[in-house]
């Protein structure tokens, strides 16, 4: 047993000793975390949890190269790297076909993982999402090119928010302690090193295969979001077939955080079917 909220269990995932979360009973639901530094999934989701289990069966995994998920000495930060890891942690666990909900980064893997594998995913939420192709931010670029301080941490934590109050001291703390762990921050400075609009590009599905996307979708967006444009969000509701567009208002780049209530309620009715 530990008293690190962000240690869960523990599963092989592509051979891959992969860190995760479980709650609830039902249809499966797998949430994806972003790429901030510190960034785990129990960090990114540790108000969405508990929603979404009384509904459904909720699984957050660390994904590779990030949180308390086995950093391989081999890996290869790729796309193609990012999705047999996910596609590993979904065999791992018998879950043949599940939903996804994906933030930033996440929502690009997400996104990856629909249209490399369709057959094992129901339904998408994209959230503030990579994906598509846009012109790298300056707070995007700021915190792919983080350096670990706790003045830089909270820097980058007030540029999540709209509402800079939600930034704790405690918040900071606990991101900047699991940004300095031992190996974290070699392996996610060698993830996104500069010129870093080529990341975005490497994150990116192409248009084409977007546009045959056969899942329905859910793209939120914050429309204050300084990391990811909301024209990403545009971008993807427009190709995407099925999907649906919830743009908030007074909100930056952490909908699941700003507005977690009304996130968790929209993102439920969805993934029930409910209109």
């Avoid at 289990?53 to 391989?72: H, S």
């Avoid at 990579?130 to 792919?144: A, N, Q, R």
């Avoid at 045959?212 to 979708?217: F, S």
């Avoid at 859910?218 to 567009?245: C, M, T, W, Y």
Wanted: charged residues 20%; contains cysteine; hydrophobic residues 45%.
């Amino acid at each position: 047993m530990t008293s690190n909220p962000e240690i869960g269990l523990s599963v092989a995932a592509a051979g891959i000793a992969t860190n995760y979360h479980e709650s609830g009973a039902g249809a499966p639901v797998v949430l994806i975390h972003g790429s901030g530094p510190g960034v785990t999934a129990w960090a990114n989701w540790r108000l969405v949890i508990p929603a979404l289990a009384a509904r459904f069966r909720v699984l957050a995994p660390d994904v590779v190269g990030f949180g308390y998920t086995e950093r391989p000495k081999d890996a290869r930060w790729e796309m193609t790297y990012w999705v047999r890891h996910m596609t590993g942690f979904l065999d791992a666990l018998g879950l043949a076909k599940v939903a996804i909900i994906g933030n930033s980064f996440g929502g690009g893997l997400a996104l990856a993982v629909a249209l490399a594998h369709p057959d094992r995913v129901s339904r998408l939420v994209l959230m503030g999402s990579s994906g598509v192709g846009f012109t790298l931010t300056p707070g995007l670029d700021d915190v792919w090119g983080y350096t670990p301080s706790l003045a830089n941490m909270r820097r980058l934590v007030e540029l999540f928010a709209y509402d800079t109050s939600i930034v704790t001291d405690d918040l900071v703390r606990l991101r900047y302690e699991a940004s300095i762990r031992p190996g974290y921050q070699e392996s996610y400075a060698a993830m996104f090193p500069a010129p870093r609009q080529r990341h975005i590009a490497a994150l990116a599905s192409p248009e084409e295969a977007v546009a045959k996307l056969v899942h329905p979708a859910l793209v939120i967006h914050g429309r204050d979001d300084r990391i990811v444009p909301l024209a990403a969000s545009l971008e993807l509701a427009r190709l995407i077939p099925k999907a649906e567009l919830h743009v908030f208002n007074q909100c930056g780049h952490w909908t699941q955080i700003e507005k977690n209530r009304r996130f968790c309620r929209l993102v439920a009715d969805f993934l029930a079917g409910e209109p």
